[in-house]
Structure formats: C-alpha cells, structure tokens
C-alpha cells in the first residue's frame, strides 16, 4: 500500500485524510513516479470545494493535484523516454497529493541537479500557463503588460517571463507585494476601485495587453486600458466570454516540455526566480489548502511527500 490525500465529499480542508491505496501501475505508454514533491494550486482548492464539479467531474473519494516532481520507480510498456531511476517534473496523470502517481513521458523533463525539488514541483501549472499566455498575447520587447493578480502563482512567472523579453510590466497586487513586484522587476499599482487612473498615472497611454489571472471584476477596465479586448486576456472571467476578450485553459501536456525546458534555463541562469513560501508532509495538505485560499503571498507552497 502507498498513502495518498483524499476526499469523500465536497467541502473544506477539513474533509482531507491521509489514507492507504493500492498503488497504481504504469499501463502502456506511462511512466509512475516516486512523487518528491507536489504544487499546491488555487485550483486544488476549487476542486474540492466543488466549484469545478461541472466541468472536472469526480467519482469520490478523489484525489488533488496536478504539478508533480519525482523519481520514475516503474515504467508502462512502450515507453523509451525515460527509465527507472531518472528524476522528472512535470503535470501528473493521477493525483500527485501523493506518494506515487502516473504519469505520461511527454508531460514530463528532466528535472536539472541544481533546481531543489520543491521548486521543481511548482513548474508545470503557473509556469506553463504564463508561457503559452505571453505567446498567445504575442507579447514583444518595448511593450507594455498589465498583470492582474501580478504576485500570484501565474503572475510570478508572467512578470519574469515578460521582463526577460524586454517588456514594461505593470502589475495589480496589495501593498505588502509591491517590493516584491519591484524586486522582479515590475511597477506595481494597488487593484481595486480608481484602477485605470492609477495606471495611467504611471502609463498615461494605458498598456498594449492585459492578463487577468484575478478574477476581481478588472475585464471592463483592461478592456479601456488596452483600447480594445482583443489583446486582453483571462484565466478566469469565463462570464466575460461576450466581451470579446480572449480566455485561456492551461493543457500541460500540449506545449507543456517545451515551456517547462525554457523555464528551467532560465532559472539555473538567474534570471527566474521560484519563490517557496512553506513545504508540508502530505499531512499537512489540508493546511497548506487552507493557506492557498486565503492567499499566499510569500510564495509557493509545496507538499514533500517523501
């Protein structure tokens, strides 16, 4: 038996148990992994409060999570990429809030000597996503980006990502993340009401695209900031699909070895950096949840399962 975090019901942190399961095996063309270390994600959170139950549908008890590093402990027929021993990060098959977890090869890299597991378990979701976005705004050097939500998972690597390239960043945070927007480079400016006056402030001909990974109602005023929504993009205002802005759903699998491959040069050269707020044992799942929902602004945070 291997342990893994699981739920019977829909609700709160407090309905998660540390419990004993068969482990999985690799079936054809997977690989399964010796989970070191497991992302935990806003949307983990959403999933089992129930929020995404029309879209993710569960048959319970169910597992969390997604972003995954480990040790590949057993290999499915076919598979070549990889072999037992090689240690990997990328998005899991099967629930990675655990000790063991399948996985396909083509969502997996290997996971560099000098990159810490803890960091290398937070990759896969806000570090592909912030890649596939800057490239589906097609955002170039001189330009000038509004990131809503800029301290947040995604909007860490957005703001990084976008700096290397030479683009002017702006980002929406609270006050208590301005130095660290700074420190990445970024001009941060607080969200809420009297939004648009406080960016022309610092950008009086507004911004050439947005990504709004917030959620707050911001898409009316990015629309005006942008001059349009054609260049405004969101993870999360799917009801504001009418307005003519673009959405965006992260599939780590498609494009996800090549982001990750770039993401990793970059931090091993100094120019990204991975902030970690805190790592848990698997037991401490339902706290570092509990944590993500109220929002976490000194990092990461991570399950070490092992």
């Not at 570090?127 to 998972?153: C, D, Q, R, S, Y």
Request: charged share 20%; no cysteine; proline share 8%.
């Amino acid at each position: 038996m291997s342990l893994a975090v699981q739920f019977s019901e829909y609700g709160t942190p407090d309905v998660l148990r540390v419990v004993d399961v068969p482990p999985p095996t690799a079936g054809p063309g997977q690989v399964r992994l010796a989970v070191r270390a497991a992302g935990v994600n806003p949307i983990d959170w959403k999933i089992l409060h129930g929020d995404m139950r029309q879209v993710m549908p569960l048959d319970l008890p169910g597992g969390l999570g997604s972003d995954v590093a480990g040790v590949v402990d057993q290999v499915g027929e076919g598979v070549t990429a990889f072999g037992v021993g090689d240690e990997v990060l990328g998005a899991s098959l099967t629930p990675s809030y655990a000790q063991l977890a399948l996985a396909d090869p083509a969502a997996l890299v290997v996971r560099p000597a000098s990159v810490p597991w803890e960091v290398a378990g937070t990759l896969a979701g806000a570090g592909i996503t912030a890649w596939e976005v800057l490239n589906k705004l097609k955002i170039a050097g001189g330009e000038t980006l509004l990131v809503h939500a800029a301290a947040g998972g995604v909007g860490t690597f957005a703001v990084q990502l976008a700096v290397d390239r030479g683009v002017r960043v702006i980002g929406t945070a609270s006050e208590a993340n301005h130095e660290r927007l700074r420190a990445f480079g970024a001009e941060p400016v607080t969200y809420g009401p009297g939004l648009v006056e406080r960016v022309r402030a610092v950008s009086p001909r507004g911004v050439d695209a947005v990504l709004d990974a917030s959620g707050r109602g911001e898409i009316p005023d990015s629309i005006e900031l942008a001059g349009g929504p054609e260049r405004v993009l969101s993870l999360v205002a799917f009801d504001a699909a009418g307005s003519g802005i673009q959405l965006h759903q992260t599939e780590p699998g498609a494009g996800g070895p090549r982001a990750l491959t770039d993401i990793l040069a970059f931090i091993e050269a100094g120019r990204l950096r991975v902030p970690i707020q805190r790592t848990y044992p698997l037991g401490g799942a339902a706290d570092a949840l509990a944590v993500s929902r109220s929002g976490h602004p000194g990092g990461k945070l991570v399950l070490l399962p092992a």
